[in-house]
Structure formats: structure tokens, C-alpha cells
């Protein structure tokens, strides 16, 4: 059974940095594209980072130059770099398998001084 874990989350003072870690089960990433996406309190889930099979990034314009996404196959883990965060950052972070849809269960950021 295919299964996505997020971890890393916490609490961090604007300017701070976090590594957030998806780790899958049951499947290899590194044949698959993986996004990270967030959800902040009263909004919709939007799109943070994604990285494909061949390890082309890309990322969303609020995010872009201060979060790095990375494989690590020895460890079959996604790892969100995040540099120079900021309060609008504050959401549930999750990670993504499009094909078969799979969803983690999110792990939390709260940004706040």
C-alpha cells in the first residue's frame, strides 16, 4: 500500500529556517513527481514545490529563492528546504503523489515571533 509521511514541521521565529521531510512507503520515488503543497487557516490549499523523476524542480512565485526541494533516494524522502521564513508561510504542509492520488496527513509550520 502506498503511503506518504510528513515530518519537520514546528514552531519558528520569522527569518528562521525548517526542513520538512516526506517519507514514502510502499513505492520508490524516484520513478514519481512529488509535490509539496499548503493550507493556511481559512484558505485553500495551494501549490508550494514540485520535483519530477529527473530531478527538475519548480516552485511557486511566493516561495521561489527561499525553499529548496531535494530527493534523497537512500532514504526514499522529499526534503523541503525552507530559508527566510515569513508569517504567511504559517499553514499545514502536505506532500503529494499525483498518480495514484496520495496524500499525506500534513505536518504544521507556524511562523510567529
Known amino acids: 500500500q502506498l503511503s506518504l509521511v510528513e515530518s519537520g514541521g514546528g514552531l519558528v521565529q520569522p527569518g528562521g529556517s525548517l526542513r520538512l521531510a516526506c517519507t514514502a512507503s510502499?513505492?520508490?520515488?524516484?520513478?514519481?513527481?512529488i509535490g509539496w503543497f499548503r493550507q493556511a487557516p481559512g484558505k485553500q490549499r495551494e501549490f508550494v514545490a514540485r520535483?519530477?523523476?529527473?530531478?527538475?524542480?519548480d516552485y511557486s512565485e511566493s516561495v521561489k529563492g527561499r525553499f529548496t526541494i531535494a530527493r534523497n533516494d537512500a532514504q526514499n524522502t522529499i526534503n523541503l528546504n525552507m530559508n527566510s521564513l515569513k508569517p504567511d508561510d504559517t499553514a499545514l504542509y502536505y506532500c503529494?503523489?499525483?498518480?495514484?492520488?496520495?496524500w499525506g496527513q500534513g505536518t504544521l509550520v507556524t511562523v510567529s515571533s
Open positions: 503529494h503523489l499525483a498518480f495514484p492520488d496520495t
Open positions: 510502499g513505492f520508490t520515488l524516484d520513478r514519481h513527481s
Open positions: 520535483i519530477d523523476s529527473n530531478l527538475r524542480a
